[in-house]
């Protein structure tokens, strides 16, 4: 798909000529459907068999029709499919005291006011509100499902100043994994940075549980003074100062397409990751150590 920034940003990033290739590619019919919005891929199957979609004005029955939805006349029960927006991704540095939510019935600050935009855009994940760093904001829901969901597993990465000065049992218990309401937490990376009186933490995960690292800290006995996510799989927050906003860079950009990529790969079953020999192997000892339960050691293997 084409990628434009945010007309405040300037110039678009990509070329007139990538622009016209992507312009002719053809994707499944009920694919399309569901990325409008219309319904779910499978219910989205389902209409079609019904006969309730037509394109250019004929019926269409059969799966897996190619359309192309910038081109092609889309119809679902008589009702023109609206053409694709291009995508819009921002990243910004959400503050303290502000929502990471699209819009609030309350009339709260969200961190979509922060950023100026034609396009409706919609937050990647969430922080909560006394946490803040980076967000990215997008209209591209595929993308957004799939940096967010725990299934995919990409990394996020925090800054977390805690009260006092874990020991190491803390920390080992933080690595190792957590028992919280709702089960047991993947094992995490955990490292000091800095300790003065108070300490800050780099940490890492591949989850994002309801204020997770907050309740983590707090079981093992700390009290979590300021959370800042730094990262969120190929992005990082940088210098970036709160409350300010940037469009990707062109690297960035390309890690997101290879995201794109890779999780759909996976989701066809094509072996990517499995093909690596036994990797997760060296790292399974130390969990018989936390006393936990069973049946996810070769997914936890893989989160260390």
């Known amino acids: 798909m084409p990628v434009y920034v945010l007309p405040a940003f300037g110039a678009p990033l990509e ?15 009920q694919k ?3 990325h409008a919005g219309v319904a779910s891929r499978r219910r989205a199957e389902e209409m079609i068999v019904e006969g309730r979609v037509q394109v250019n004005g004929e019926v269409v029955t059969q799966l897996g029709t190619k359309v192309n939805p910038h081109r092609d006349v889309i119809q679902v029960d008589g009702r023109p499919l ?12 959400k503050p303290r005291g502000v929502l990471s939510a699209a819009r609030d019935t309350r009339g709260r600050k969200t961190v979509v006011d922060l ?13 909560d509100l006394d946490s803040e760093g980076l967000m990215l904001l997008t209209n591209d829901g595929a993308l957004a499902l799939r940096l967010a969901h725990p299934r995919f597993e990409h990394e996020k990465e925090y800054r977390v100043l805690v009260a006092g000065v874990p020991d190491e049992a803390a920390l080992a ?8 309401e709702g089960g047991w937490t993947r094992p995490a990376q955990v490292e000091v940075e800095r300790s003065n009186g108070d300490t800050w933490l780099r940490m890492v995960l591949r989850e994002g549980r309801k204020r997770q690292i907050r309740r983590m800290l707090e079981k093992v006995g700390y009290q979590v003074l300021r959370l800042i996510r730094v990262r969120m799989g190929p992005l990082r927050l940088g210098d970036l100062p ?19 990529r890779e999780d759909v790969e996976a989701a066809r079953g094509i072996p990517a990751r ?9 790292r ?14 070769r997914e936890q293997g893989r989160q260390l």
């Open 15 to 29: 070329s007139e000529r990538v622009r016209v290739r992507i312009a002719l590619v053809e994707e499944r019919l």
């Open 284 to 297: 399974r000892g130390p969990r018989h150590e936390t006393g936990r339960p069973g049946g996810r050691r």
């Open 115 to 127: 950023v100026p935009a034609r396009s409706r855009l919609y937050p990647v994940g969430r922080l």
């Open 82 to 93: 609206g053409k694709p927006e291009r995508p819009v991704y921002v990243l910004v540095n």
């Open 242 to 260: 709160p409350g300010a906003y940037r469009p990707l860079t062109r690297d960035e950009l390309a890690a997101i397409r290879r995201i794109r």
């Open 274 to 282: 499995r093909g690596r020999p036994a990797a997760p192997r060296p």
């Open 32 to 34: 399309v459907l569901a």
């Open 173 to 180: 218990r933080l690595r190792a994994g957590v028992g919280l």
